[in-house]
């Protein structure tokens, strides 16, 4: 079977407020087969604007627990490079985290598109803020 089509996000924590409370959401996909986590990474700069890097193996003390249930199948497909452009934007005191994860759900649907000789030209993602703002009922 194809892979399905990759994504990372930039999730930004102000304040350096890591918690866990995204996790469960990431597990809930992954059980469902909706996704696969590739790698996670962590990256913050202090007020003073050092910059510190961390891999969900570098995890310990409170996230330690929040995270455990999150499996990692590619770790260091998000590397320092990553971490040196997020952290260009970033704000002194703030952080963010890096998650890369396979659309499994779409792995069957490229295999379709692959057997009918078909061929995806574009691909919009649609920010669900925009999409709350512009339908009424949403």
Do not use: C, Y
Request: net charge negative.
């Amino acid at each position: 079977m194809a892979l399905g089509p990759v994504e990372v996000a930039i999730i930004g924590f102000p304040g350096n407020k890591f918690t866990g409370k995204i996790v469960p959401a990431i597990i809930d996909l992954v059980e469902a087969g909706t996704i696969r986590v590739l790698d996670l990474l962590f990256v913050a700069k202090d007020l003073d604007g050092t910059i510190l890097s961390l891999t969900l193996a570098d995890l310990d003390g409170d996230l330690l627990p929040d995270f455990a249930g999150v499996e990692i199948h590619e770790p260091g497909a998000l590397g320092a490079e990553d971490a040196d452009e997020v952290a260009d934007d970033l704000e002194p005191g703030s952080s963010v985290a890096l998650l890369a994860w396979e659309n499994t759900w779409a792995a069957r649907f490229v295999d379709a598109l692959r057997q009918a000789d078909a061929v995806l030209i574009d691909r919009i993602h649609i920010p669900a803020e925009v999409v709350e703002a512009a339908l009424p009922s949403a």
